[in-house]
């Protein structure tokens, strides 16, 4: 059986599609979302949990592994796979876009990017040879091209020229790829919220052909009116055979609207964070645990979840851990955020391969509009 990178299109609802993503450390149905494992590890989960919430793949982050505990530190214990105990396939971003979030001290320039570490300002380089490099030492299932995303909002002649250098780059990120069975490397389409400039970003990277396309410099402060719209003019023109991924994105709310857009792939720490931080996402919405009208709440979180905080434990339980800040609470929200995001794609999924996508997004939205049970 072949274990070529491919992605196979089962089903599609309108621009929406079902498919199964085939890679060297095994499959994922798409559409798919990915938790956050920045630093080699889904923050305040064992991989067991984030296993049992459902995910396919994880995300990882050649900037922060390079910084610690290095690229070659984890590829002479093994690759990245058995140091954090994941053996599905996993996806790590290129580094160009945490140097510029993180404000590392940093100077770009047309090669790449020199920074200082943001945690003991040690002096880095950053380019499309070296960020491949890094992520072939962590033996990375989806290699990302090195980009540059840039702040939005930001005039057209910037994007456009950001946006070509990153062009660039992409090119160089694929001669430094060594291809094998398996793997894969995504190119990102730039371009701001210009349709020209997206159209010119997507005609460069399928010239130099890639095994799959992210959508990048989103998700950035521009609101889902914006993003939407930038979808809209994107994924049309990028290839139908091969699985598209927005970067950094998002609410369920924007998951079901991108992925009624046309997008297989998503990754955003909004279910993470928000797990450290008391906020716990319903298919009712979201509320806030810390809140005082749970303190005697003795319903689970959601009736419809299988995770350990909602099978085993109470809303008024999990108050009391963030009010006395014990290390639980982030830990079951954590699991129960992931299991809803996982459920949440597996609903839709499930919707496009019925043909009735449309009718399970209004029950969605109206769900998440009649608010907490
Ligand atoms: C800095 C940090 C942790 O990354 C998250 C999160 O904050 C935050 C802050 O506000 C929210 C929206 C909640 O997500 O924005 C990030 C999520 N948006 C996003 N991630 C991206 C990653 C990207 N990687 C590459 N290589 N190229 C891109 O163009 C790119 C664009 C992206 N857009
Ligand atoms: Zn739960």
Redesign the pocket.
Known sequence: MSSTFRWICESTDGLARAGTLHTAHGPVQTPTFMPVGTAGTVKAMTMDAVRSTGAGIVLGNTYHLMLRPGAERVKQLGGLHKFMDWSGPILT??G???VM??GALRKLDQDGVTFQSHIDGSKHRLDPQRSTDIQHALDATIT?CF?E?PALPAAPEAIAASMRMSMRWAARSREAFIQREGYGQFG?V?GGTEPELRAESVKALTDIGFEGYAI??????EGQELMFSTLDVTTPLMPNDKPRYL????TPDDLLGSVMRGVDMFD???PTRAGRTARAYTERGHINLRNARFALDARPLSPHCDCLACTRHSRAYLHHLFRADEILGPMLLTWHNLAYYQRLMRGIRAAIVDGTLSAHAEHLRAEWQAGDW
């Open positions: 971003d290129s160009g876009f945490q979030s993180l990302m980009d995303c990102i730039q990048g410099g989103l998700a950035v402060g970067m950094g994105v998002g955003c720490v909004m």
